[in-house]
């Protein structure tokens, strides 16, 4: 089997991750809801893991780094844990629906007014268009930094520094650059930035993370035992506390540090080379077949979407695995915004997303498959 999916999830996950994630499920105990030595162990190796994602995102207080289920969990909690005094958002980007749907329903519930714009152009990022929504004066501004169909990425520093200029806060949607890209959250002066531990960051699925900076508060979106101020009906103050109620998932959390710790040693540079390398094999190989390429210009991650001829993305995704066993998606990927700018809301695309265990070869046979499924071969 060729695996080409890991904009959706990562796989397979380093040794050492696997390793992590089984000794935590073995060992673990509720971490802060004891007093016992399991639960201390427990806690010490959470609060270790809090403080790896921290240095990795370049958070001095690793108290900021909130555990959550993911990138998802932690848009909602930005989103709605703004409302109701956040009264104009401008939504800039290929959003996914993890960013879209939360921001379509506050619109809807709380009339909030969000405008959604697209400045990525084919030739280029158009920054008056993003300029004349910064001047409506938005209370929130949402970016995406890199899209989840064909790779493009944004650029997030100068994007972020305009709309601070404004007054706006800024939340981050790092979803398919963390583990690609260097980020420095404090650096970069974002308000909130939301991320997986199951894609880049080669972590299990089921946990991510939300960064609040120092400067900025929510209203917590779900409230419950946090180990601490138990006499109290209301949340605790004191971060992470106030944004982790209910049992962590120890295990998740152990495993995502593992994750990061791989990277480290691999070196981020090296993994964004290796990925583009194999993007632009595969842009070479699908030109020649005649295929039509998105998202080819500009800077980009590894992912790519493409569709043939007179096929079918869905129906071409499920030949290529049936068939040939490549793992690829067809469809929409959960990001309708960005195939209404690319024309292909009716169509969808197949998108290919390698990743660091990704070879030439793989992309290789791809090609010789795509190639044999148009009859050239």
């Known amino acids: 089997m060729i ?16 390793k992590a994630t089984d000794l935590a499920l073995r060992r673990a105990a509720n971490p802060g809801r004891g007093g016992h030595k399991l639960s201390r162990e427990t806690a010490a190796a959470v609060l270790d893991a809090r403080e790896r994602v921290a240095n990795f995102f370049g958070v001095e207080d690793s108290r900021n780094i909130i555990f959550t289920s993911g990138a998802t969990e932690s848009l909602n909690m930005v989103i709605y844990g703004l409302m109701p005094r956040v009264r104009l958002i401008v939504s800039t980007g290929f959003e996914h629906n993890a960013l879209w749907r939360p921001l379509k329903d506050v619109a ?31 209370d929130l501004v949402t970016l995406s930094h890199a899209s989840n169909v064909t790779g493009q990425d944004y650029p997030l520093e100068e994007m972020t520094r305009m709309a601070k200029e404004t007054g706006a806060l800024v939340c981050a949607d790092v979803a398919q650059t963390t583990g690609v890209l260097p980020l420095d959250f404090q650096a970069l002066n974002l308000d909130f930035a939301a991320f997986p531990g199951h894609k880049g960051l080669l972590g299990p699925q089921g946990v991510g993370g939300l960064y609040i900076s120092p400067g900025a508060d929510l209203i917590p979106l779900r409230l419950g035992g946090t180990g ?17 109620a209910g049992t962590l998932n120890v295990s998740g959390i152990i495993g995502l540090a593992a994750g990061i710790e791989y990277l480290n ?11 583009l390398g194999l993007r632009r094999r595969a842009i070479s190989g699908l030109k020649a077949l005649g295929a039509e390429v998105y998202g080819e210009k500009g800077s980009a991650v590894g992912v790519l979407s493409f569709n043939m001829p007179d096929m079918d993305s869905s129906e071409l995704a499920f030949v290529l ?24 809301v009716d169509s969808g695309t197949v998108r290919m997303s390698p990743g660091i265990f990704n070879t030439d070869e793989d992309i290789d046979v791809l090609l ?5 499924i148009k009859g050239v071969e």
């Not at 601490?228 to 982790?244: D, G, Q, V, Y």
């Not at 010789?368 to 044999?372: K, V």
């Open 3 to 18: 695996y080409l999916d890991n904009a959706a999830t990562s796989w397979p996950k380093p040794e050492s991750v696997y």
């Open 108 to 138: 809807h519930r709380f009339g909030c007014r969000v405008i959604f714009i697209d400045p990525l152009k084919g030739q280029g990022f158009d920054w008056e268009e993003y300029r004349d929504a910064l001047s409506l004066g938005p």
């Open 228 to 244: 601490s101020h138990s006499a109290s009906e209301e949340a605790p103050a004191s971060r992470p506390e106030r944004f982790e």
């Open 265 to 275: 040693s691999v070196g981020l540079e090296a993994v964004h080379r290796h990925e």
């Open 321 to 344: 695995d049936d068939e040939y066993g490549i793992c690829l998606r067809g469809g929409l990927h959960c990001s309708p915004r960005a195939h209404q700018s690319l024309g292909t």
């Open 368 to 372: 010789r498959a795509l190639a044999r």
